[in-house]
């Protein structure tokens, strides 16, 4: 770790952390695919998850409804367990075929986040899988999307275009889903796990709360239009550092204060002030692609900037730190390099 003379710029964002210890009590999986054959950076092998949720079992951990507990934690009276919800994004066919019959058999609640223009196309499910699913006692079908477009806002477009191309991106997709299933559910997965403030907004003016893909648990703290989830993957959800992240309790911050990550600096800096529960010689960071990562410490702030430019559209650091009651604080910190081509 190294000291040094903060840095402002327009990509210097303050943190600004509870003065409370929050311990998180849900942590939400993120799958798309159950397959073996589809590409490993997006499909989960029903082995896999078979031990994935084996370990959930073995600690003890409930498996909840994704909206009874979300609700729950920015009531008046949180829970205090720890908690897991399932989520499957997109509604593939492997999803039917395969993972809702192991979830069945597990007698496991889950929700799928429909991107309702894909239904019925090669590799999806069909709008009769979809409602024979949803009749399902613990299964909830929610809203991923018309389209599953890039929704924050294009450089140079003009604000009446994206709120015309977002209005309809998200209604469309929630009338579709009332009106073919009955479903109007108040959750909403960013394709991508993209979102800017401008989304945000939007979000919640529906009364919804919105998924990214930014990995961490989610505490009373936590934004209700930025919800962290954890991909499941082969490539993310192997079981060497699954008790970690089944196990984490939310970063002790008020989340609602979090940079929407949409960057003009390269690498961007976050900044984090100094509280009782962080103490900087625990605290480590990582940058996607660039593994472990320094950060300076000065005036009872952490600045953690990384050591070189990235050349992707979407990235994260990660920082993580010893919760008082075991486990980890977890912070994933999105960011969205909206010059690179989208997908």
């Known amino acids: ?25 849900l942590v939400v999986l993120q799958y798309h695919h159950i397959s073996n054959t589809t590409p ?19 600690l003890g951990l409930e498996v909840v409804d994704l909206r009874d507990a979300t609700e729950n934690l920015f009531s008046d009276d949180p829970s205090t367990n720890q908690r897991i919800a399932i989520t499957f994004d ?13 979830l069945q058999k597990r007698g496991l609640p889950y929700t799928i986040f429909v991107d309702t223009a894909a239904i019925g196309s090669q590799g999806y499910m069909t709008w009769q899988q979809l409602a024979e699913l949803s009749k399902r006692e613990g299964v909830t079908i929610a809203n991923h999307s018309s389209g599953h477009g ?32 009955g479903a109007d559910f108040p959750l909403f997965a960013y394709p991508y796990g993209e979102f800017d403030e401008a989304l945000e907004a939007e979000v919640s003016k529906r009364g ?6 930014q990995s961490g648990a989610i505490g009373p703290l936590s934004g209700q239009t930025r919800l962290p989830r954890f991909p499941m993957a082969n490539t993310f959800g192997q079981l060497d550092g699954l008790r970690d992240k089944l196990t984490s309790k ?7 204060k979090l940079p929407d990550g949409i960057m003009d600096e ?3 800096t976050l900044t984090l002030p100094l509280v009782d529960e962080i103490q900087p010689s625990r605290l480590t960071c990582f ?30 650091y990660n920082c993580t730190h010893p919760a008082e009651a075991g486990g980890f604080y977890w912070l994933s910190q999105q960011w969205l390099d909206l010059s690179q081509p989208e997908d």
Not at 90 to 102: L, N
Not at 250 to 256: E, S, T
Request: hydrophobic content about 35%; aromatic content about 8%; overall charge neutral.
């Open 150 to 181: 890039h929704l924050a806002r294009r450089p140079e477009e003009a604000e009446g275009d994206w709120k015309k191309r977002i209005t309809h991106s998200l209604d469309t997709a929630q009338a579709e889903l009332k009106r073919r299933l």
């Open 1 to 25: 770790m190294k000291a040094g003379k903060l840095r402002i710029s327009g990509t210097l964002f303050s943190i600004f952390l509870a003065s409370a210890s929050v311990k998180a009590d």
């Open 40 to 58: 490993p950076s997006t499909s989960t092998s029903e082995s896999l998850l078979n031990a994935q949720l084996d370990l959930v079992s073995e």
């Open 90 to 102: 997109d509604a593939y066919e492997s999803v039917y075929s395969k993972g809702a019959e192991i």
């Open 250 to 256: 939310a970063f002790p911050i008020d989340a609602g």
């Open 287 to 316: 940058a996607s692609g660039m593994g472990r990562i320094d950060f300076d410490v000065l005036n009872n702030s952490i600045s953690i900037t990384a050591p070189g430019s990235f050349n992707s559209r979407r990235f994260r």
């Open 208 to 213: 919804w709360y919105g998924f990214g893909q």
């Open 266 to 268: 390269n690498p961007p």
